[in-house]
Nanobody, 119 residues
Framework: QVQLVESGGGLVQPGGSLRLSCAAS????????MGWYRQAPGKQRELVAR??????DYADSVKGRFSISRDNAKNTVFLQMNSLNPEDTAVYYC??????????????WGQGTQVTVSS
């Protein structure tokens, strides 16, 4: 079983920055994709940013403001969020897809971290 632990959410003023972290642990053989999704009240969960072996994918609404990166040695993914605005307020979820030590595919989600952008 693969566990994800997220950190870094909180309250920030418009125009501010936050950095989210998500560390994966457990019986991991290989990680293929690490990403961030978010869900605002009354809305569906949506992709924010995703990183695999190819070029990162970003939602149009965050391009140029958010940046995703990963530390492969620590199985950790980061989301640097700059120029935050109230529309970015949501619960942010980490998602990791890969293969565990039994060579079976896993698709794990974090518990979610609240990001609130408000003055």
């Amino acid at each position: 079983q693969v566990q994800l632990v997220e950190s870094g959410g909180g309250l920030v003023q418009p125009g501010g920055s936050l950095r989210l972290s998500c560390a994966a642990s457990g019986y991991i053989f290989r990680i293929d994709t690490m990403g961030w999704y978010r869900q605002a009240p009354g809305k569906q969960r949506e992709l924010v940013a995703r990183l695999s072996s190819r070029t990162p994918d970003y939602a149009d609404s965050v391009k140029g403001r958010f940046s995703i990166s990963r530390d492969n040695a620590k199985n950790t993914v980061f989301l640097q969020m700059n120029s935050l605005n109230p529309e970015d307020t949501a619960v942010y979820y980490c998602n990791v897809v890969g293969k565990n030590s039994y060579y079976r595919v896993f698709d794990s989600w974090g518990q979610g971290t609240q990001v609130t952008v408000s003055s």
